[in-house]
């Protein structure tokens, strides 16, 4: 019981892209979107900047610090950059290119926890495809998707075109769960 990622850990999440060189989820530059913090893509290292690569999993239902992160939870996650780099989120559209590959969203972080109230900008549905034992919860190093449930269709979190300087891959979202080799495929590490 006690390697289940649990409520209030923090994180580092792997994408899984061509044999799991996608780089880690990492905060790096402003957003230029209205109501962002930071971009969002990935990079070489979990820790490029002091809480770049680092995420604290939150229950937007009230589920208690400590409790599992069970298959199927609803999460938001809460970057680390400067002691809060804002909650990952979906924000604007995907660039024409990315869309042009099935993208739906482009994605950053916001202050606020739910940076367009009630619409599940910054919610994120978790499924693993499994785990041992097969109780439901998810462990480290388990291969996961992250859904955005922005208007109930935000598409699955994943890598998509070359990122920022000093970064690796843009981030968004995609209609697809596995555009191409595993784009879309995170998995979490403990620091």
């Known amino acids: ?7 209030g850990d923090r994180i ?3 994408n899984g892209y ?9 905060t790096n530059g402003h957003s230029g979107d ?7 893509s990935t ?5 490029r900047g002091e809480g770049t690569g680092t995420w ?3 229950s937007p239902s009230g589920k208690a610090t400590g409790a599992p992160v069970v298959s199927g939870d609803v999460i938001q996650l809460r970057n680390l950059y400067g002691g809060d780099g804002g909650y990952l989120d979906t924000n604007g559209h995907a660039s024409s290119d990315q869309r042009n590959a099935g993208a739906r969203y482009n994605v950053s972080t916001s202050k606020d926890r739910d940076r367009a109230l009630g619409s599940g900008t910054g919610r994120w549905r978790v499924t693993a495809r499994t785990s041992t034992p097969a109780d439901g919860n998810i462990r480290p190093g388990d291969v996961i998707h992250l859904w955005n449930i922005y208007a109930d269709n935000g598409g699955f979190l994943e890598t998509n075109g070359v990122g920022p300087a000093a970064g690796k891959y843009d981030v968004c979202t995609s209609a697809y769960s596995n555009r191409a080799a595993d784009v879309a495929d995170w998995r979490a590490q403990r620091p």
């Open 18 to 26: 061509d044999g799991w060189t996608g780089g880690y989820l990492d």
């Open 34 to 40: 209205s109501g962002g913090k930071y971009a969002v």
């Open 56 to 58: 604290e999993i939150l």
């Open 1 to 7: 019981m006690a390697n289940e990622l649990k409520y």
């Open 12 to 14: 580092h999440l792997q």
């Open 43 to 47: 990079a070489e290292s979990p820790v």
